[in-house]
């Protein structure tokens, strides 16, 4: 890695990790704003990918759809409630695609593609991350005893678990890694990094257990549990990992876009975190009522 590229990703980091920090403690619109930003960007680099291949996303419909769905977590920070209004929301913008698209589209602009991706798109952003601000509310909204910090330390946890075993993976499949794992979707992805990453990753998730989350009300982990947990969650943030590479691939793109210097764009920063943070949702829950 050239040491520009290496210090900027450092100067972001150094920047970016504890400003994100915060505003997860801080909760409620604060986290949720940030979150209705991110989708928007999100989404617009979606449909950027999108169009270099030719598709007409309606992106005066898709973007606001993928920031109105977090506003809506924030709104309504139960799923109960969230899920109710979502599905309305998406509904009415799914028939508002479709009837666009028919009628300026058709014959020749590929209408039913065009409505496809600009609600896939939303989804695949927006409808994802709410789930960051579901997350960072669920122990408040169980628990009366429960804190800011209880529901930060929960959001954090698939974030944690996330990115150590990304991390570990990189550099060890860069280093020693030699047997590529999928190479016409990532070239540089290797069997030892994919095996290294998930070992650490579980191995993070037992230790973030002991620092924090262990004692947590309703939705405490034990070290056992915890890696279990981690467990299903690394795999899973691979292939969100892979999936973007495939999306990146097909538009002939290295990178989703230039938002942050040395890291590429949203998409590229949150790939694996659009899959992981809404299954580490489901099987917090799954635990929860099963234990």
Do not use: N
């Amino acid at each position: 890695m050239p040491k520009g590229e290496l210090a900027s990703r450092l100067i972001v980091a150094a920047v970016g990790i504890p400003m994100a920090t915060m505003i997860i403690y801080w909760g409620g619109w604060y986290l949720g704003g940030m979150i209705v930003v991110v989708s928007g960007v999100s989404a617009a680099e979606y449909y950027s990918l999108a169009a270099a291949k030719g598709s007409r996303p309606l992106r005066w419909l898709g973007i606001p759809l993928a920031m109105a769905l977090p506003a809506l977590a924030t709104l309504y920070p139960t799923y109960a409630e969230f899920s109710q209004a979502a599905f309305t929301l998406v509904l009415a913008g799914t028939l508002s695609a479709v009837a666009v698209v028919l009628w300026r589209r058709w014959p020749d602009g590929k209408p039913l593609a065009a409505a496809a991706t600009t609600i896939g798109g939303a989804l695949y952003t927006g409808g994802t991350l709410s789930f960051w601000v579901l997350l960072r509310a669920l122990p408040e909204q169980t628990s009366a005893v429960a804190t800011a910090f209880d529901g930060a330390v929960l959001l954090i946890f698939p974030i944690w678990v996330t990115w150590f075993g990304d991390s570990f993976a990189y550099g060890l499949g860069t280093r020693f890694g030699t047997l590529k794992l999928i190479p016409k979707v990532s070239p540089k992805k290797t069997v030892l990094g994919a095996l290294g990453g998930w070992g650490c990753a579980i191995g993070a998730g037992a230790l973030y257990s002991w620092l924090w989350l262990s004692d947590l009300p309703v939705f405490g982990l034990s070290m056992l549990t915890a890696a279990g947990v981690s467990a299903l969650i690394s795999p899973v943030g691979q292939v969100g990992d892979l999936a973007e590479s495939v999306i990146k691939r097909e538009a002939g793109v290295k990178d989703s876009g230039s938002l942050l210097p040395g890291h590429g764009g949203a998409l590229d920063r949150l790939d694996a975190l659009f899959f992981t943070v809404p299954l580490a949702y489901a099987l917090l829950i799954t635990v929860q009522y099963w234990s």
